[in-house]
């Protein structure tokens, strides 16, 4: 199969230093495996994605030197997440979940590093089981039930051998939320499968994830792809670089004066 990858961008802020180096990645590789890359706006996060972040990643990349061959946009496929929730209902993977937290506000978004969801108490697990709960509902909340216990094992490309326990190291994660719109995970595995990606190149603080979304990969009959994990770019305090060092946004380097290649300098550092 040849090289498919992706850059999955969410346009919550301008792209820094740290998102640049694993995009560089992402691009070097591709372009080493001759293949073909997918720029795609993960703009599902109604609070905070906003058009114009959208503009300015795509312009940013550009800049850099990044190209890519098609592009998408998450919210322009709700249909498609539906869909693979009414498939998780059907198969009896997924309970709906009336439980009010914070983790719901927060699951559109991809989990880095300290801001992980929480594991689920587990309240609305059995409360849910009946006839009704096959009923696809898409105002509530659903939650996918993990295999406790399980371990969940892959070869990452670069960081090495991953291990995870369902129900000890993540519980019962969300997938939909009832304003209608499907979690990171459960839009990250169908449009990853959408657009048969052979190889996600992201920062290693999504290796839980990854645990996450080898279960929903298999409930829903779709194919792994590969993962490389990449290290996290950290500044001089050890902190993972955030949006908040507004210094390190590319932009803001640009301004400084800095050329494309100095700024691929830095990802060495
Ligand atoms: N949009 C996610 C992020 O910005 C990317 C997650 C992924 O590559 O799967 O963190």
């Not at 996060?45 to 114009?52: G, H, L, M, N, Y």
């Not at 009923?135 to 995870?164: C, K, M, W």
């Not at 920062?203 to 990449?230: E, M, N, V, W």
């Amino acid at each position: 199969m040849s090289y498919t990858g992706r850059l999955a961008p969410s346009p919550t802020g301008l792209l820094h230093l740290g998102h640049a180096r694993t995009f560089w990645i992402a691009f070097e590789r591709a372009r080493a495996a001759n293949g073909t890359l997918w720029l795609r706006d993960e703009d599902l996060d109604p609070q905070r994605s906003r058009a114009e972040f959208s503009t300015a990643m795509k312009e940013d990349l550009h800049w850099l030197g990044i190209t890519w061959d098609h592009e998408m946009r998450q919210s322009d496929r709700i249909s498609y997440y539906h869909a693979a929730l009414g498939q998780l209902i059907s198969s009896g993977h997924t309970y709906p979940c009336t439980c009010s937290r914070k983790d719901l506000a927060q699951s559109t978004q991809a989990p880095h590093e300290d801001d992980d969801e929480p594991i689920y108490a587990g309240t609305c697990r059995t409360k849910s089981s009946g006839p009704w709960a096959l009923e696809p509902r898409p105002s509530l909340n659903y939650r996918f039930r993990v295999p406790d216990g399980e371990i969940i094992t892959f070869d990452d490309l670069h960081a090495g051998p991953q291990s995870f326990t369902a129900g000890v190291d993540f519980g019962d994660f969300l997938i939909w939320r009832k304003d209608n719109l499907p979690s990171y995970q459960l839009a990250c595995v169908v449009d990853d499968a959408a657009t048969h990606i052979t190889e996600v190149v992201r920062g290693c603080d999504l290796l839980k994830s990854t645990a996450r979304q080898i279960l929903l990969q298999r409930a829903l009959g779709l194919l792994a792809p590969q993962y490389f994990h990449c290290d996290l770019l950290r500044d001089e305090l050890g902190m993972r670089l955030a949006k908040r060092h507004d210094a390190l946004a590319l932009r803001s380097l640009r301004e400084q004066g800095f050329t494309p290649a100095q700024v691929r300098a830095r990802f060495s550092l």
